[in-house]
């Protein structure tokens, strides 16, 4: 770690210090009480000297560590995003879902939204605009209108994007828009081909990742057997897929929330890769619960009940009547609200869990959902999953109480998201998730010995929000401060590429 002399430490004027803390980076495993100037919403000093600035924040007896980055991250509304920056978050990317439009997404959030934020290419919309024609779709379009979209969907008895498979045309069709995304700088393609195992052929997804290849950037893949633990469905399989085409493109790869069946040999294989010189990596949240709309097609009772060998009573809640629901209660409210958050259940996570906390290159991702409520809203009204307001806290007190080194955990935070992302050409992650000097001032304040998530899977708990993270850095200004979220701190920069004057689009001329 470099320091700035004394005698420039003492002629420098900061706008914000951090006084006493314990300055963690987990790059350079930099471990010691030190004080921190920023500038420009740069870190300028790290320093045992005494320093002063315009502002100041006493850290003593906390942590100070790179901002969290979190890339799954659904919680794009207003209540969603301040539980996340409540939970440490300075960073949070949707890249499993992505968006349509992109060039609007970004825009819209200029100036305008409280973290970094970005965006990967959505395979599942550009296969609505196609297979689904009758739904309209103006304006950029996320997770936050992608339950919505799927209910519309169903209305003709035909779910076009999830169950009809493309002709030749219908590929190229798909592909190119996914390039134009790409064009327009999207971080690379998201697929959530598991919601549509029967609809994206082999070569569909084939072509899917080849576009995100062409610029050298990552697809981020909710696996087709996701979950599955019957041969010949199983979820490795599905690994399989989408392992060897990226390490045929030599393609960046990300595996959505490998927290399920299948998970260790996922994670050995991802090792091999990054042995052999592949930016492959994984992602999980600590929860022995997932999270989507109740329509889903792995919900089916040929999913459930046949495929998983389980009852609708012991896995599927509901968090807006609070209860879990029964056969008749699934079938009544498929019917009603097909767009309806659910909760599901899998017991096995409980004993997978604690291995994730030390696993070599998963980082933890919340898949935070949203619930399109305003900046204003309380946190009681959430309904949802809890992990969109818990997650990283519920990390750190797990690894306290198991003795997981708490530089481990930072890394799984910050530092890898950031190198493993950075290592795709994103030069913005290139300066953030390490608390060094010259990096971006995006950091998290906690109390080792005290953070921990409150929220529950009960009404009026679901969004409770992580205590003693009482401050929260994006950019060099205080989003969380003394644990309040600082309303109209507009302080979140995009994480993109550069817009491109031409694609690098290419048709598929033949179609398995």
Not at 59 to 70: E, M, Q, T
Not at 178 to 200: C, F, K, M, N, P
Request: charged fraction near 20%.
């Amino acid at each position: 770690m470099i320091f700035l002399t004394a005698s420039l430490v003492a002629a420098e004027q900061y706008d914000l210090v951090i006084t006493g803390g314990r300055v963690m980076d987990p790059e350079t495993q930099y471990d010691a009480v030190a004080n921190v100037g920023i500038r420009n919403g740069r870190i300028i000093a790290i320093t045992q000297e005494t320093i002063h600035g315009s502002a100041a924040i006493d850290a003593r007896g906390l942590v100070v560590a790179p901002g969290f980055i979190d890339t799954h991250f659904h919680a794009l509304d207003g209540l969603s995003v301040r539980l996340a920056a409540r939970d440490g978050v300075t960073t949070g990317m949707d890249l499993e879902l992505g968006a349509y439009n992109v060039a609007q997404w970004y825009a819209e959030k200029e100036n305008r939204w409280p973290l970094n934020y970005g965006t990967t290419a959505s395979q599942e919309v550009t296969r609505m605009l196609v297979h689904d024609p009758e739904i309209k779709i103006e304006g950029p379009v996320d997770a936050t209108r992608v339950f919505e979209l799927r209910a519309e969907s169903e209305k003709d008895g035909v779910i076009g994007w999830s169950e009809t498979r493309s002709s030749l045309e219908q590929m190229n069709q798909v592909t190119a828009m996914l390039d134009e995304q790409l064009r327009l700088g999207a971080l690379g393609v998201g697929s959530t081909v598991g919601y549509a195992r029967r609809g994206i052929s082999s070569y569909e997804m084939f072509e899917a990742q080849r576009a995100a290849a062409r610029y050298g950037r990552l697809t981020s893949v909710h696996t087709r057997f996701h979950s599955m633990n019957k041969t010949p469905t199983e979820a490795t399989l599905a690994f399989a897929e989408i392992y060897t085409n990226a390490s045929l493109l030599n393609a960046p790869l990300l595996m959505a929330h490998n927290n399920d069946y299948g998970w260790r040999e996922i994670e050995e294989k991802l090792q091999l890769a990054r042995e052999q010189g592949h930016n492959m990596w994984s992602e999980y949240y600590p929860y022995d619960s997932a999270s989507t709309s109740i329509g889903s097609e792995f919900l089916r009772p040929a999913m459930i009940e046949d495929a998983m060998g389980l009852n609708y009573e012991d896995i599927l809640f509901d968090p807006i009547q609070d209860k879990f629901l029964s056969t008749a209660d699934y079938k009544k409210v498929v019917a009603e609200d097909p767009g309806r958050t659910v909760i599901i259940f899998n017991p096995a996570r409980k004993q997978w869990l604690p291995n994730w906390l030390e696993a070599p290159h998963m980082t933890v991702a919340a898949d935070s959902m949203w619930c399109n409520l305003s900046w204003d809203a309380s946190y009681d009204e959430y309904q949802g999953h809890p992990r969109t307001a818990g997650s990283h806290g519920k990390v750190l007190a797990m690894a306290r109480e198991q003795g997981v080194p708490l530089m481990t955990t930072l890394a799984q935070m910050s530092y890898l998201p950031a190198k493993h992302l950075g290592d795709t050409g994103i030069e913005a992650m290139k300066i953030r998730g390490r608390l060094q000097l010259g990096m971006v001032a995006d950091i998290t304040i906690f109390h080792p010995g005290k953070v921990k998530d409150n929220a529950t899977y009960q009404r009026g708990e679901q969004g409770r929000p992580t205590t003693d993270i009482p401050y929260v850095i994006v950019n060099g200004k205080t989003v969380i401060k003394e644990s309040r979220f600082q309303h109209g701190v507009w302080a979140g920069k995009p994480i993109r590429f550069a817009v491109e004057a031409a694609g690098r689009f290419v048709p598929a001329t033949f179609d398995n």
